[in-house]
């Protein structure tokens, strides 16, 4: 394994000084690809046959020790996604759920739905009060947030399928030792506990583990120890699903419910399933895609988005051009509308998958693009077919094994530390993915999305997403694994990622530390990280009518690419403690 970790550098102006980290890469072994953005080549892994990147170095060690041990992606996925469960309390879950992109050396593909589901008391008008307003506070925090987990029915599930080891417990272990034995608390997560003290003493009914006494502050290098986690996933491993389903833990949900006002029953656990789904398949310039079809609106949107701008010269246009983010900006506006309008759980609704992916549909959608003047999102509706019915945490993690199987797997609590409700007794948080509902149309979520009777609240159904676990081929081999959290962010980017390599050529390292910029439809912004467009780029978007805002970080992208020669390369965000590994 060689692992490299550099600083930040922001790219300084002169000509001299631009070519000073082209030469470091070089002979640091990196692919370059220009242009070259202004970061330094850093959390980049190079390794001959297997990687694990994820959200915490403990949980990427994790999988690549499981790897190491004989485990196929698939065993490390499990092992990694329980191992953030217990290091990376704000977003890696037990109590959320997700989403699998799989891809075998052989080029068969899975995707595993494993998100939260309605609860069987959930209608449509749960979080609107007697005038009809929506209560936020109800969908977002608090029991009545939380949807039917989702997370260990899909290890599981995930597990039966496609296991090497066919070790359940080995993979469930080393989540143990972590909540056992404790781990060091990183700055970032001191301070987002810090944060949150005052939300997880008022949503959870017995204090939690996260809550310091006496009013402390948690600091950079404290050792978290979880024990009643520990407890959990010891059921979990020696029962498998009925560790969490049935019996103590699911006795312990069912009470904290009762204690905090609810709706998730015994019923309601034991009938939880996650689901194997048809992916979703593109292309893009030569590449082949696979995504998640529906619940997520990922997949669909991330191919809109390719195919809207794949008939123009984006990387002539140049990374960050006036012509290159206005064409994004306005495919997003158009893709997100559509979103809005025609994407929810397709066991529920009848999601026009195969019209919103129609080339002549997209290249209509792009008919009144002008390339020279940004369109009012008030101007623009979502597409209309005729004959057919009508913070943002979240974590990802990529991983290939030494065969060449890879998995891309995005999880959620939805919010930061999802609902902020720990399950007494038991030491999981809950998710508030009930507010990824429509609570009622047109009435924005905490991502400021809207939607309508696609995504309308009702029981057993699940909830409409944004993650993108995404794989991408071409000849029939195997070339980048990427997703992201972010909320409604997501789909952005992990567009810009895979465009910045296949258009603006970037080596995987250059195209996860570039900036990044979103734009949803509604609200009709955009917003962009700090330093993002150059002075001229900015201004000459505000002239054409965009409304430019900025904001903290998009993302925090986990992706893979397997170069020419077949060396992996890995690149873990630096948007967070992300970290890149393999052998
Ligand atoms: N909860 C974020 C998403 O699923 O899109």
Redesign the pocket.
């Known amino acids: 394994m060689v692992f490299k970790n550099h600083t930040k550098q922001k790219m300084k102006q002169s000509k001299l000084l631009k070519i000073i980290p082209l030469i470091l890469a070089l002979l640091l072994g990196c692919k370059i690809n220009k242009p070259f953005i202004g970061y330094s080549i850093q959390k980049t892994a190079f390794s001959e046959k297997a990687m694990v990147v994820s959200a915490h170095p403990l949980a990427t060690q994790v999988g690549l020790d499981i790897l190491r041990k004989g485990g196929n992606a698939i065993d490390a996925a499990i092992a990694v996604q329980l191992a953030l469960a217990v290091t990376y309390p704000r977003a890696g879950n037990i109590g959320g759920g997700g989403f699998l992109v799989y891809r075998s050396a052989k080029g068969e593909t899975a995707t595993l739905d494993f ?1 939260e589901k309605a609860p069987a008391a959930a209608h449509r008008d749960l979080y609107l009060d007697e005038k009809g307003n929506v209560l936020l506070e109800k969908s977002q925090k608090g029991h009545l947030a939380a949807g039917i987990p989702g997370t260990i029915a899909g290890c599981v599930q995930m597990y039966e399928k496609y296991s090497k080891l066919k070790d359940f417990k080995r993979l469930v272990q080393p989540a143990i030792d972590l909540a056992t034995n404790g781990f060091e608390i990183t700055d970032r997560e001191a301070k987002s506990l810090n944060n949150n003290q005052a939300d997880f003493a008022k949503y959870s009914t017995i204090s939690p583990v996260f809550v310091q006494k006496g009013g402390e502050m948690w600091q950079k290098g404290a050792i978290l120890i979880q024990k009643e986690l520990a407890n959990t996933l010891t059921l979990v491993r020696d029962k498998g699903r009925a560790g969490f389903y049935e019996g103590e833990t699911a006795d312990k949900i069912v009470a904290e419910m009762q204690r905090g006002g609810g709706i998730i029953t015994k019923t309601d656990l034991q009938k939880y399933q996650a689901t194997w789904r048809k992916p979703l398949t593109g292309k893009y310039r030569g590449y082949d895609l696979v995504g998640m079809p529906p619940p ?3 997949g669909i949107a991330l191919f809109q988005l390719l195919g809207m701008v794949e008939s123009y010269p984006l990387g002539s246009y140049g990374f960050h051009s006036k012509a290159a983010t206005h064409l994004i900006i306005e495919a997003e506006r158009r893709v997100y509308a559509d979103r809005a309008e025609h994407l929810g759980d397709p066991d529920f609704y009848p999601v026009p998958t195969d019209k919103l992916l129609n080339a002549n549909y997209l290249q209509k959608r792009m008919s009144d693009f002008d390339p020279n003047k940004a369109t009012p999102s008030q101007a623009v509706k979502a597409g209309n077919f005729k004959n057919a019915p009508a913070s ?1 945490q ?1 974590t990802h993690f990529s991983i290939i094994d030494a065969e060449g199987n890879a998995v891309a797997v ?1 999880t ?1 609590l ?2 930061n530390y999802g609902c902020r409700t720990v399950v007494g007794g038991a030491g999981f948080l809950l998710n508030n ?1 009930m ?2 509902f429509s609570a009622k149309p047109g009435v924005p979520n905490m ?1 400021g999305a809207i939607g309508g009777e696609a995504n309308a609240i009702q029981a057993g159904k699940t ?5 993108t676990p995404t794989i991408v081929t071409k000849n029939g081999k195997l070339f980048m694994v990427v997703g992201t ?1 972010g ?2 962010t ?1 789909i952005t980017s992990v567009f810009q990622v895979i465009t910045n390599v296949i258009d603006f050529n970037m080596s995987i390292s250059e195209a996860v530390q570039a900036k990044r910029f979103h734009s949803q439809w509604l609200p009709d912004k955009v917003f962009i990280e700090k330093d993002c467009l150059e002075n001229g780029t900015n201004m000459t978007l505000k002239t054409m009518g965009h409304h430019i805002e900025e904001r903290g970080n998009l993302g925090a992208v986990e992706a893979i690419l397997v170069r020419g020669d077949g060396k992996l390369e890995g690149a873990a965000d630096i948007r967070g403690d992300d970290d890149a590994r393999g052998f």
Request: glycine share 8%.
């Open positions: 998100r997520s609106s990922g943002e979240t995005t959620t939805n919010d993915e507010d990824d991502y909830m409409l997403s944004s993650m959290p909320g409604t997501i």
